[in-house]
């Protein structure tokens, strides 16, 4: 099993996209089925690079030939989003041969960890760490950050509510800044 993980803009949707690429029939991408950003089925990426998609609430009956199962934004496959327990069904399709390539945030936007993340990176034999770059000076960002706070942990959004983070320019939402744009450090909740 790989784990690939990352802050938001890091590429993380591309990196299955080109998997799936080239898989192709051998592999079956999917996403969450409320997650309807780039159409109902389709994981697209900021790269411009898309790939058809099976919207899922649950684990999927696999076609035969698949041999490959790519999960795009796997941070979401919790309750209420998800019916099961996504660690126990990969467990399960790696038990009866088939490969699982899952992507998604390692961290929410207060860098606290999913622990659905942290139950595949446990199981993953591969982790692939990828960093975005930083909105507010172009320096690799391993954090995301939310513009506002909305009350929600879990949030669909993209530049609109999201950037990438540096852990210099880092902050939890609805902190000041100082006048020279520096974030007010913040302390970060305990899990």
């Not at 079956?28 to 309807?36: A, M, Q, S, W």
């Not at 076609?63 to 199962?69: D, E, L, Q, R, S």
């Not at 990176?121 to 770059?133: G, T």
């Amino acid at each position: 099993m790989t784990l690939i993980a990352g802050p938001m803009f890091a590429g993380k949707s591309h990196a299955l996209i080109r998997h799936s690429t080239r898989l192709g029939r051998a592999a079956l991408l999917v996403k969450p089925g409320f997650d309807t950003r780039d159409g109902a089925a389709v994981v697209a990426s900021r790269a411009g690079a898309s790939a058809a998609a099976l919207p899922v609430s649950r684990w999927p009956v696999l076609p035969p030939g698949v041999g490959t199962v790519l999960i795009d934004e796997v941070q979401f496959l919790t309750a209420p989003h998800y019916e099961g327990d996504l660690p126990a069904d990969v467990s399960a399709a790696l038990a009866a041969g088939v490969d699982v390539i899952a992507g998604g945030l390692d961290t929410d936007y207060l860098r606290r960890p999913f622990a659905v993340v942290e139950a595949l990176a446990a199981m993953a034999d591969r982790r692939e760490m990828l960093h975005a770059r930083c909105h507010r000076c172009e320096a690799p960002a391993r954090w995301t950050a939310k513009k506002n706070e909305t009350g929600r942990r879990l949030e669909l959004g993209d530049a609109d509510l999201y950037e990438a983070r540096c852990d210099r320019h880092w902050s939890a939402p609805d902190r000041s800044e100082d006048p020279a744009g520096m974030p007010v450090p913040a302390t970060v909740p305990a899990s």
